[in-house]
């Protein structure tokens, strides 16, 4: 079992900048491949980026890409998601996820979810 919590979330204005973290325990990350989604109001859940155990792959959703950095502390069993140029489509709920083994970049092929932060970006 692992529970995963998020947090980092907010209001910011579009340019700016956030960092989501997303604490793990039960399991620790270095075992899990751990993704982060994100779900708009009205829309399917959307993927946004993936990083392996190891942190050695990682791998991002299109409009991501350039924007989003993914990234781990093993030792601190947190992984990270730095937003830089924040846009007010980026506006969602952000869940962090984990899965065993592989990345992935479906939601149904991960098992456990965090509660979700809100972020908002204002024009």
């Known amino acids: 079992q692992v529970q995963l919590v998020e947090s980092g979330g907010g209001l910011v204005q579009a340019g700016g900048s956030l960092r989501l973290s997303c604490a793990a325990s039960?399991?620790?990350?270095?075992?899990?491949?751990t993704g982060w989604f994100r779900q708009a109001p009205g829309k399917d859940r959307e993927f946004v980026a993936v990083?392996?155990?190891?942190?050695?792959?990682?791998y991002y959703g299109d409009s991501m890409k350039g924007r989003f950095t993914i990234s781990k502390d093993n030792a601190k069993n947190t992984v990270y998601l730095q937003m830089n140029s924040l846009k007010p489509e980026d506006t969602a709920v952000y869940y962090c996820?984990?899965?065993?083994?592989?990345?992935?970049?479906?939601?149904?092929?991960?098992?456990?979810w965090g509660q979700g932060t809100q972020v908002t970006v204002s024009s």
């Open positions: 996820a984990a899965r065993p083994f592989a990345i992935a970049t479906i939601p149904t092929n991960y098992p456990y």
């Open positions: 039960g399991r620790t990350v270095s075992t899990y491949a």
């Open positions: 990083i392996s155990g190891s942190g050695g792959s990682t």
